[in-house]
């Protein structure tokens, strides 16, 4: 009965899958889809050989440029739209009175921005506005993007004795962007190392690296329990030890394992090679078993060299491992230890 029943149910489901698949395509194809903006910047512009003042009358004396006014295209379209189907005059360009691709350059209220300042300089329009004598759709046009506008403020040195109060009402180095809410703080690592180019994701732009090192040198990650103390930050250090090193130096790590063995140091911990150290322990600072075992008292208490015996003598033609020596041949030189 179980299986009946749960064969009954995929049918269902897969019939359900079939239903909305279906309504979806039915969708598709009754609704008008996005209407792209025809007009041709590069016949106005290029081949016309018409100013960007022409059709924007104010680009060059108020804040904002100004859209071209319908009077002022059917000043040329009262004859050419006389020759084209209804779909192509110029009419359809406008909503009302409003030209219908204003929103197109239409800046958020939040952004300080004078266009005849910028326009009155020597720079060409197409240096923000770029590739605009030849484009045949604005929606096709790359916006002006933030990284733009500072890369041209440093290439002419332009003052920023305002700070970010230059270009924006609110958004400042003490703002925080609507993202910074929440469980923000415990989520916030993954963006941090992205390193992503968007703009809203670039924590450079208020944020100095200090910043991030004097809050996680006070603020442990979440992850930092009793559990990884003791058992869980190994692995973790051996896979990934360059984030370790966002933090810790060197001499943390030292310091702790100096005096505390790791967990799994016991026994015949590392077989007859000693190998085992380079698992962790690399690039070691300084090599020998005495980089770890410091306090070991065998080792303490090394026989000296016979009289006949001097350093720098090849002691390993005669001392073979593993037939004659107590220890693991490390490679030392033997006379560290045997004076």
């Given at each position: ?122 720079q060409d329009c197409n240096a923000c506005h770029v590739g605009i004598e030849h484009s045949d759709d604005v929606l096709d046009l790359p916006p002006v993007r933030m990284d733009d506008c500072t890369r041209c403020h440093a290439q002419r040195a332009v003052p920023d004795e305002a700070g970010c109060a230059q270009c924006h009402q609110e ?169």
């Amino acid at each position: 009965m179980a299986i009946l029943d749960r064969s009954r149910a995929a049918r269902v489901a897969a019939l359900l899958l079939l239903t909305v698949c279906a309504a979806c395509a039915f969708l598709r194809s009754i609704l008008p889809g996005e209407r792209r903006f025809a007009f041709s910047h590069e016949r106005h512009v290029t081949l016309e050989k018409l100013d960007c003042a022409n059709c924007h009358p104010d680009a060059f004396a108020a804040d904002e440029p100004g859209m071209p006014a319908r009077d002022t295209c059917e000043v040329c379209h009262s004859e050419i739209d006389a020759t084209l189907p209804a779909g192509k005059r110029v009419e359809t360009l406008f909503q009302g009175a409003e030209f219908a691709a204003a929103h197109a350059a239409r800046l958020p209220d939040e952004v300080v921005f004078s266009h005849r300042l910028h326009a009155s300089g020597k720079q060409d329009c197409n240096a923000c506005h770029v590739g605009i004598e030849h484009s045949d759709d604005v929606l096709d046009l790359p916006p002006v993007r933030m990284d733009d506008c500072t890369r041209c403020h440093a290439q002419r040195a332009v003052p920023d004795e305002a700070g970010c109060a230059q270009c924006h009402q609110e958004v400042g180095r003490e703002w925080a962007p609507p993202n910074h809410q929440a469980n923000w703080i415990e989520g916030h690592g993954p963006i941090a190392r992205d390193r992503s180019p968007v703009t809203a994701e670039r924590c450079t732009l208020c944020h100095e690296e200090s910043s991030c090192d004097d809050c996680h040198r006070v603020q442990a990650p979440a992850n930092h329990t009793p559990f990884w103390h003791d058992r869980g930050h190994g692995l973790v250090a051996m896979a990934d030890r360059q984030n370790c090193a966002a933090c810790h130096q060197p001499e943390s790590c030292e310091a702790c394992h100096s005096t505390i063995k790791p967990r799994n140091h016991v026994g015949t911990w590392g077989g007859t090679l000693a190998t085992h150290c380079l698992g962790c322990h690399q690039p070691l600072r300084y090599e020998g078993c005495s980089a770890c075992h410091q306090a070991t008292p065998s080792h303490q208490s090394a026989p000296n060299m016979p009289p006949d015996h001097f350093p720098g003598m090849n002691c390993r033609k005669c001392h073979q491992h593993p037939a004659t020596l107590p220890h693991v041949d490390n490679g030392d030189d033997c006379s560290s230890c045997h004076h």
